[in-house]
C-alpha cells in the first residue's frame, strides 16, 4: 500500500511517502507559518523524488491535532480534497500520538499549548495510557508522576522541557513538528476513515461582539 503521510499541526511541514513499511520519499520544513503555501509544492516535490504519479497513492494520513488550529485545517482540507481527488482512503493520526512514535517505551508526548498548559499524553510502547488532554502544568505533572512510577522516561514535544522538571532523569525530544515518515506508518497501521479535527480547547481568536 502506498501512502502519502503529511504534518502541518505544529511549527513544520513534513511529508512522506511510504510503499509497505519502506519510506521512498520525505521532506520537512521548519516553519511558523505558511504551511498552506508550502504543503501541495512539497508533496508534488515528494512524490517526484518517489518516481511515484499521485494516482498510486492508496491512503492518505495526516496530523489531526492538538495543535495550531490553521495548521491542522491546512493539512486536513489538503488531505481530504486530494484524497477525494484520487478516490484514496483517508485515516487520522494525533499529533501527539505521532510525536510519542520518536522513542520507545514510555513516553510522554507533550505540547506547549501556552497559558501554562500543556496538550499531553502518555504511552508505553505504543499503547495510549490516556485520552489525550489539555491540562495545567501542574496537573500534568502529577499526571506523569502517577503513570512513571518511576520507570525509564522520554518526554517528546514543545512542552517536554517544562515537564523535564518533574521527571528527572528522563530523556528530552523537542522536534518541531511531527515526523510524516511516522504519521505515514500510523496511518497505515489503522482503519480508514472520515478526517475529524481534534480540538481540544477553543480557539484563541474570538469574533467581536
Do not use: W
Not at 477525494?84 to 485515516?91: D, I, Q, V, Y
Not at 508526548?109 to 490516556?130: C, E, K, T, W
Amino acid at each position: 500500500m502506498i501512502v502519502l503521510g503529511l504534518d502541518t499541526c505544529l511549527n513544520a511541514c513534513s511529508v512522506a511517502v511510504l510503499d509497505g513499511e519502506r519510506v521512498v520519499a520525505h521532506a520537512r520544513e521548519v516553519m511558523a507559518r505558511g504551511h498552506q503555501e508550502r504543503l501541495a509544492p512539497m508533496a508534488e516535490a515528494v512524490m517526484g523524488e518517489a518516481g511515484l504519479p499521485f494516482s498510486a497513492i492508496d491512503r492518505v494520513g495526516v496530523t489531526v491535532g492538538p495543535g495550531s488550529f490553521t495548521g491542522l485545517r491546512v493539512g486536513i482540507a489538503f488531505a481530504k480534497g486530494l484524497a477525494a481527488a484520487l478516490g484514496a482512503e483517508t485515516a487520522g493520526v494525533g499529533a501527539l500520538e505521532a510525536l510519542a512514535a520518536e522513542a520507545d517505551g514510555l513516553v510522554a508526548a507533550a505540547i506547549d499549548a501556552r497559558r501554562d498548559q500543556l496538550y499531553l499524553q502518555v504511552f508505553d510502547d505504543g499503547r495510549p495510557l490516556m485520552a489525550p488532554d489539555v491540562v495545567p502544568l501542574p496537573v500534568a505533572a502529577a499526571r506523569l508522576a502517577e503513570l512513571s512510577m518511576g520507570r525509564p522516561l522520554t518526554l517528546v514535544g514543545s512542552g517536554a522541557p517544562l515537564l523535564a522538571p518533574a521527571a528527572p532523569g528522563a530523556a528530552v525530544l523537542t522536534p518541531e513538528g511531527c515526523d510524516a515518515r511516522k504519521v505515514a506508518a500510523l496511518a497505515a497501521a489503522r482503519t480508514a476513515g472520515p478526517l475529524k479535527p481534534l480540538y481540544l480547547r477553543a480557539p484563541d481568536a474570538k469574533l467581536p461582539a
